[in-house]
T-cell receptor, first 113, second 114 residues
Framework: GAVVSQHPSRVICKSGTSVKIECRSLDFQATTMFWYRQFPKQSLMLMATSNEGSKATYEQGVEKDKFLINHASLTLSTLTVTSAHPEDSSFYIC?????????FGSGTRLTVV | AQSVTQLGSHVSVSEGALVLLRCNYSSSVPPYLFWYVQYPNQGLQLLLKYTTGATLVKGINGFEAEFKKSETSFHLTKPSAHMSDAAEYFCAVSEGTSYGKLTFGQGTILTVHP
């Protein structure tokens, strides 16, 4: 139980385009979803916290207009990287807060060329 | 504010040797502490967590950690390393709740050599 499915696992996009990453909680309701970013050989940095039906709360220094987060249902949250640039290349991981604590997605490797 | 410091970005042990990964935290309220393992290009898997109660916490794959409030530490140990333990390990803290936002340490890469 407590599985979070994150897609895509890898994506390569051209600079200037937008990319959407999905996280679905398969067998539980995730009232809160956390989105993290991880640079190579570095730790996870929290980008934003989203609660179902509410606007996301972004951490200091994270551009809300660039990283759009939607949490429209208790089982789905999306992160859209808008007008992506090479410096947005990173590993993005979601984490859902549920009855068994935190469950992490498997991550998305974004490469912007 | 909460923070986590992992001492040693790289730890190397021989197969069968003791594994010790160090974690110190800072929290203004009673902390909830976690250890996660990450394999390359994958998400995080929970090894163990401390919420309340017994300070020695046993986790999966033979790992355990002890919460020491006086030392603000939560070191991770395993008596005998296995090759499959090679991965990156993260210590994390959540303030006052097991469902709030996590703050992660910098990570420790564990290498196990034959």
């Amino acid at each position: 139980g407590a599985v979070v499915s994150q897609h895509p696992s890898r994506v390569i996009c051209k600079s200037g385009t937008s990319v959407k990453i999905e996280c679905r909680s398969l067998d539980f309701q995730a009232t809160t979803m956390f989105w993290y970013r991880q640079f190579p050989k570095q730790s996870l940095m929290l980008m934003a916290t989203s609660n179902e039906g509410s606007k996301a709360t972004y951490e200091q220094g994270v551009e809300k207009d660039k990283f759009l987060i939607n949490h429209a249902s208790l089982t789905l949250s999306t992160l859209t990287v808008t007008s992506a640039h090479p410096e947005d290349s990173s590993f993005y991981i979601c984490s859902a807060s549920g009855p068994k604590g935190y469950t992490f997605g498997s991550g998305t490797r974004l490469t912007v060329v | 504010a909460q923070s986590v410091t992992q001492l040693g970005s790289h730890v190397s042990v021989s197969e069968g040797a003791l594994v010790l990964l160090r974690c110190n935290y800072s929290s203004s309220v009673p902390p909830y502490l976690f250890w996660y393992v990450q394999y390359p290009n994958q998400g995080l898997q929970l090894l163990l967590k401390y919420t309340t109660g017994a300070t020695l916490v046993k986790g999966i794959n033979g790992f355990e950690a002890e919460f020491k409030k006086s030392e603000t530490s939560f070191h991770l140990t395993k008596p005998s390393a296995h090759m499959s333990d090679a991965a990156e390990y993260f210590c994390a803290v959540s303030e006052g709740t097991s469902y709030g936002k996590l703050t992660f340490g910098q990570g420790t890469i564990l290498t196990v050599h034959p």
